[in-house]
């Protein structure tokens, strides 16, 4: 039962079909297949009582109780209902996924389901690049448009070059945007294509997409080489095209780094060649090189100024969650997960988090160095996979605000699986901390350190 409703509850994530047919709304999917799941993991542990604790389990469960104290000590009761929705529902999210996971094939299922969707979002966005752009009245009040309109406004139907040209011809005092019109109510944000909910960003989506692909070598192992190989390269073509529309210089880094690295950790020094060819096509048609790109890096500068500087004046608690935009004269959030963890919960929250971060990364890690005698080469297969999407979302979350969001808690909630699936199969496996919290405590001096720096010397 847990297995079936976390299934769906990623699904749901996702897909946002509440959002793409408004009728379903009325049902709440995210709050019925999240309770489904958290009642389904307490039928399941009743029944058997061997699920494994995953060694990530103090510092997600840190996370939330110093998440509640730092929000709820500045903002007082309106602190509770922030904590709950950014760090205790991810928080249930990942435990949902590494607790009802309880075997290979369900991993392979759940694996599938993010390549799955991750193909879907880029067929979306391929087709919204397409599109001619399109003369679209921005609503005065975004929470007051229909259902049926983009989450912009009201397209008029004109076709056009710019947001200026729409005024020409258009309605007196209105605002316009000049924006493509996908598939399932879809629209672009500066001609750059998205898809909605976790993915409603351009650069999110294209990191979502890069970091799922490693996991392809995972769920093809095993399968019939044939099929397997089509369906991979229909994957990555769709996947690295739908990436170039989205024109995300962190999706172009993230796409280098999981290529390069799998193919290096496969077949050597050569295998550096496969990946960057792989690569190259994001690496040359990718990115942005334009006055919003320019405007795009002042701005991130201005907040990692901001960032920095709101840590060094609440290095204990931080200025609480979703506190940092409240925080700079631009009202943006840090674009920058590492950053907003410092920023908004004091030293002692980004220690968790990066800590929470490392033991998920250090589980497949453990497995690939030190494996278990006898170990089911697809788990090592699916440690490798997973491991360097890790690292991929450790590049791209550089660029992103990322600290809480539920699609990175579904894969810390992987680590865990993975963890449960291997310490069923092999109960002296142990994964521990050991002295490696001073390297977390080191690693996040030095990126505290070089925002800093870099962001002093660029102002």
Known sequence: MSFFATFVLVFVLVVRPQEVWPFLAAFRLLDVFTGLAVVGL??????????ALSPQLPYVAALVVWGYLATVGGLGRDGLVLATQRVLIPAIFMLAVAFSVRSFGQLKWLMGLLLALAAFVSVVAIHQGQIEPE????????DDLPDSMPDLGDPDGRSCDTAYSCTKGGRAGADYVCERLGLFNTVSTQRRVRWRG???????????????????????AGAKRRLASVASLALVVVGLYAVIL????????VVAAVFGIYFVARLGPRGLVAGMMLALPVLLFGGRDDAMADASAGERTELLYDGVSMFMQHPLLGVGIDQF??????????????????????????????????MSMKIPLTILRTPPAALDPRLREAAKALLVSFVGMAIGVFFLSFTYKQLLF???????????????????????????WVGVILADAAILLLVFVYSRLKA
């Not at 989205?246 to 880094?253: A, N, V």
């Not at 009202?331 to 988090?353: K, P």
């Not at 579904?410 to 490696?436: I, T």
């Open 198 to 220: 976790q993915l409603g960003d351009p650069n999110e989506l294209s990191i979502y997409v890069a970091a799922v692909m490693p996991l392809l070598f995972a769920v093809g």
């Open 135 to 142: 003369c679209i009245e921005l609503a005065p009040e975004l």
């Open 42 to 51: 307490v039928v399941d542990w009743i029944n058997d009582k061997r699920s």
């Open 246 to 253: 989205t024109q995300s210089r962190g999706g172009q880094l």
């Open 410 to 436: 579904v894969w810390f909630g992987m680590a865990g699986a993975l963890y449960s699936v291997v310490k069923r199969q092999h109960p002296e496996f142990q994964v521990r901390m050991g002295r490696d």
């Open 325 to 358: 935009r409240e925080h700079t004269s631009i009202r943006l959030t840090a674009h920058n997960a590492y950053l907003l963890a410092a920023a908004e919960l004091g030293g002692i929250g980004i220690f968790v988090w990066t800590s929470l971060y490392w």
